[in-house]
Nanobody, 125 residues
Framework: QLHLVESGGGSVTPGGSLTLSCAASRYGGSIKYMGWFRQAPGKEREGVAT????????YYADFVKGRFTIYQNNAKNTMYLQMNSLKPEDSAMYYC??????????????????WGQGTQVTVSS
């Protein structure tokens, strides 16, 4: 069974940066896409970014393009989300997830099979 553990969340002021990490118990194989999602209180979970584990091909939600970067280190079984120019509306619980389907590229939560426990990001002055 694949396990995912996020880390790196915290509190920052607007304009600040954070890097989230997602350590996987294994990488590649049947897992085709790894993604980051977020959920703020009272809101639905939304896709942030995804990356193809067999290569690169990152895909971003429009609201993070130019600010966030998703990348991976296959040798370390770890995926990252570099978040720059953070805004208060980026505050949420951030989850990493793994998809065993090619639909994972669409960044929809329903296409992701395995989820981490989440790490909290708070952006506030």
């Amino acid at each position: 069974q694949l396990h995912l553990v996020e880390s790196g969340g915290g509190s920052v002021t607007p304009g600040g940066s954070l890097t989230l990490s997602c350590a996987a118990s294994r990488y590649g194989g049947s897992i085709k896409y790894m993604g980051w999602f977020r959920q703020a209180p009272g809101k639905e979970r939304e896709g942030v970014a995804t990356i193809f584990t067999g290569g690169n091909s990152p895909y971003y939600a429009d609201f993070v393009k130019g600010r966030f970067t998703i990348y991976q280190n296959n040798a370390k079984n770890t995926m990252y989300l570099q978040m720059n120019s953070l805004k208060p509306e980026d505050s949420a619980m951030y989850y990493c997830a793994a998809s065993s389907t090619w639909s994972g590229a669409d960044l929809r939560a329903l296409d992701y099979d395995i989820w981490g426990q989440g790490t909290q990001v708070t952006v506030s002055s």
